[in-house]
């Protein structure tokens, strides 16, 4: 077994699940964060992408974070008189973030972050087991 190449692809998955949650945890701030005024576009979910590509080094296929997309699904609308993005039905735009959504979206992310972890302390296990018996 090749142990570069174990902790390359752990790595990687380390690097891009920890930017999918900094990506997640912005959209959970801005859940019911209202716009200033009526004519300004509220916060946009945002929403991570990954890429691959091939190590040349260690021949591994890496994961990496790609660019971050908005979502184009439609703003909620909540009706607020006072507020002074509201209009003139007293209607204020919402971003079009789902708290469950996220919520999901972290916990997933942050399973996928544990197994990768988890794969580096087996590895690294391996690794002084295998200098052991070397002795």
Known sequence: MDFDKTLSIAASGLKAQSGR????AEN??????????????????KIPTFT????????ASLVEAGRV?????????????????????????????????????MREAQRSYEANLNMVTATRRMISRTLEILK
């Not at 993005?85 to 469950?100: K, T």
């Open 69 to 105: 997309r908005r979502d184009a699904a439609p703003f909620r609308t909540k009706y607020d008189p006072g507020n002074p993005a509201a209009n003139e039905r007293g209607e204020v735009r919402m971003p079009n973030v789902n708290a469950l959504i996220e919520n999901m979206d």
């Open 52 to 59: 691959s590509h091939l190590d040349r080094d260690t021949g």
């Open 28 to 45: 959970i701030a801005n859940a019911d964060s209202a716009p200033k005024s009526a004519a300004a576009e509220p916060y946009r979910r």
């Open 21 to 24: 949650m900094r990506v997640i």
